[in-house]
């Protein structure tokens, strides 16, 4: 093949890509378009793609009627607080049965991975009424241990896939001189592990930032996050358009940015490792 | 190698994570499992007798449970159609050399982050709405009479809307699997005169098969319980045309608040998903070593 074919192909496959990926693309490009225009604009048609008067307003009045940042704050200290609290049981396991296996491990892992199919609606009733009995509806604490829970087998096994990967001659060398395990852990393990455990924060963050199974059942007003947030949007402020979107796009940025960062890890910690 | 005390290190790091899977999964499931055979009205507490399989036949007997069933099916299943063949050729695609293959890569991935109740409000209001949507101007643009989506077609456009978002998910995974495809293998089969789609065919297929079998399985467990876009969508109507049976469970509970017999239909769906689970972990099993 010629140098001027291969580059005809090239444009040809870039041009298709392009238009894929537009189209893909497009809903959430016209979410944000649609935020930047007044009330009018949103719903005019024949549609106006990019030629209408930009505006910020929108995104004034979503921010002074609503308690955005209560919802957002709810959504960060949620997520990344389930995620930590799981990290911490998390860590050690995926150590343990990386670096000592026994021949339960298999089965453990399994096992683990089993509890990630139960479909949360087989365990909505009796969760809901604990909850309710214990005060932990509407909870930030409640949601805490919940999204912790459902995410505890994706972290115990995002992690075993990348402490495996650690090399385990240097882990023999470090207890032939008599290292003990808290040493072998901060001096050698932290510093080979700290890229698999941020992929795995950033992975479950993200998880439990769009979860909307638990936040929906188990929110009202107070503790609600931004997906019930957005859910609740409906109701009185559906019909306008431009506002929907100055909210939507609010609380889709910053996971999205975060998930562009994270497509690598995606695909290994949703595949459980089977996919690399 | 690894001494008793090592050992007895493991066992102690291992147990948090094991005791609070088995906590989370055993008593909120014995729960359910009880609640089932019990006769429990959140509204009129009277007693929670013995019923015995009533809630189970209740359940199973509701006309709205073999409707769930088949939409729960028609929902996973068309969006697995849509998520994969879409997902081989936007993977075959992003695997050529491109110009800014990264932003193509960015804006093709970028739906799977978007939070399912955003999703849902945006395909809903600005797209499938029957006189202010998108696809109404299309449709008048078209000369063709503007459809109301959810509530004429609402399981396929649920179809339309979660697959958008799962469809960057399976591109991702199989675009992964593509190239780490051998390009020595391919570049053989050239040379002996294979054509580009039996190459496909004999080559880059049977490579993806795995991969493939991944995006099903994990997909369909998180389709099973698709609910949010549900939710905000249609709330499962017009009547039940698109109750799934993770919607029909939770408005039996939380809706009608009958313990019982969401119970019994939360039973029903943690077998339908064990039997899809048992899949899986075959899959995953093989290839894990220890």
Redesign the interface.
């Known amino acids: 093949m010629t140098n001027a074919m291969h580059g005809r192909h090239k444009l040809a496959f870039t041009v298709l890509a392009w238009i894929v990926a537009v189209l893909v693309f497009f809903p959430i490009l016209w979410t944000v378009l649609t935020s930047f225009k007044t009330e009018g604009a949103a719903v005019a048609i024949p549609p106006k793609f990019l030629f209408f008067d930009w505006t910020t307003e929108n995104y004034a009045e979503v921010w002074q009627r609503t308690d955005y940042l209560r919802h957002f704050g709810n959504s960060v200290l949620i997520s990344l607080g389930s995620c930590l609290i799981g990290l911490c049981a998390a860590i050690p396991a995926a150590w343990a049965m990386a670096f000592s296996p026994t021949r339960h491990t298999r089965f453990v892992l399994l096992w683990m991975l089993s509890t990630k199919m139960l479909p949360a609606v087989g365990v909505l009733v009796p969760i809901y009424l604990l909850f309710k009995r214990s005060g932990l509806l509407d909870s930030r604490t409640g949601l805490v241990l919940v999204l912790m829970l459902s995410n505890l087998p994706i972290m115990v096994w995002m992690l075993f896939t990348y402490f495996k990967e650690i090399p385990r001659d240097i882990l023999e060398a470090a207890r032939m001189d008599g290292a003990t395990p808290g040493r072998e852990l901060l001096h050698i393990l932290a510093p080979m592990a700290l890229p698999g455990i941020a992929s795995t924060l950033l992975l479950n963050v993200i998880l439990a930032w769009n979860e909307s199974f638990w936040t929906l059942n188990l929110t009202a007003a107070d503790t609600a996050l931004l997906t019930a947030f957005i859910a609740a949007f409906l109701a009185p402020e559906g019909l306008f358009y431009a506002k929907l979107s100055a909210a939507s796009t609010l609380a889709i940025a910053p996971i999205v940015v975060l998930g562009w960062l994270s497509q690598r890890q995606l695909v290994r910690g949703l595949t459980f490792g089977a996919v690399k | 190698?690894?001494s008793i005390r090592?050992?007895a290190?493991?066992?102690l790091?291992?147990s948090?994570?094991?005791i609070?899977?088995l906590v989370?999964?055993a008593?909120?499931?014995a729960?359910?499992l009880w609640?089932s055979f019990h006769d429990y009205q959140l509204l009129m507490p009277r007693g929670n007798a013995f019923v015995g399989f009533e809630n189970y036949v209740y359940f199973l007997t509701d006309p709205a449970f073999l409707q769930s069933i088949g939409n729960t099916f028609v929902l996973v299943g068309s969006v697995l159609v849509i998520t994969v063949a879409g997902g081989i050729g936007?993977a075959l695609?992003?695997d050529?050399?491109?110009?800014?293959?990264g932003?193509?890569?960015?804006?093709?991935?970028?739906?799977?982050?978007?939070?399912?109740?955003?999703?849902a409000?945006?395909?809903?209001?600005?797209?499938m709405n029957p006189v202010?949507g998108?696809f109404a101007?299309l449709a008048?643009?078209f000369g063709v009479a503007a459809v109301d989506w959810l509530a004429q077609v609402p399981l396929l456009s649920l179809t339309l809307i979660v697959a958008?978002g799962w469809?960057?998910?399976a591109t991702?995974?199989l675009l992964?699997?593509l190239q780490?495809l051998d390009t020595e293998q391919k570049e053989a089969a050239a040379m002996d005169g294979a054509g580009a789609v039996a190459r496909f065919v004999h080559i880059t297929l049977p490579h993806l098969a795995?991969?493939v079998t991944?995006v099903i399985l994990?997909q369909t467990?998180f389709l099973?319980?698709l609910?949010?876009e549900i939710?905000?969508t249609t709330n499962g109507g017009p009547g039940t045309q698109s109750t799934n049976?993770?919607y029909l469970?939770?408005s039996q509970?939380?809706l009608r608040f009958d313990?019982g017999s969401?119970?019994a239909?939360?039973?029903v769906?943690?077998i339908?998903?064990?039997i899809?689970?048992i899949f899986?972990?075959r899959?995953?099993?093989r290839?894990?070593?220890?």
Request: zero cysteines.
């Open positions: 190698m690894a090592n050992r290190t493991a066992q790091a291992l948090p994570a094991v609070l899977l989370w999964m008593i909120p499931l729960m359910t609640y936007l695609l992003l050529q050399p491109l110009y800014g293959q932003i193509v890569r960015v804006l093709i991935v970028s739906p799977f982050f978007v939070m399912p109740t955003v999703s409000l945006v395909w809903k209001n600005m797209f202010k998108l101007w008048q643009v958008w469809l960057p998910f991702l995974i992964t699997s780490s795995r991969a991944v994990i467990i099973l319980s609910f949010a939710f905000v049976l993770a469970v939770y509970a939380l313990v969401a119970s239909g939360g039973v769906a943690v339908l998903a064990n899809l689970a899986l972990m899959l995953v099993g290839n894990l070593e220890v």
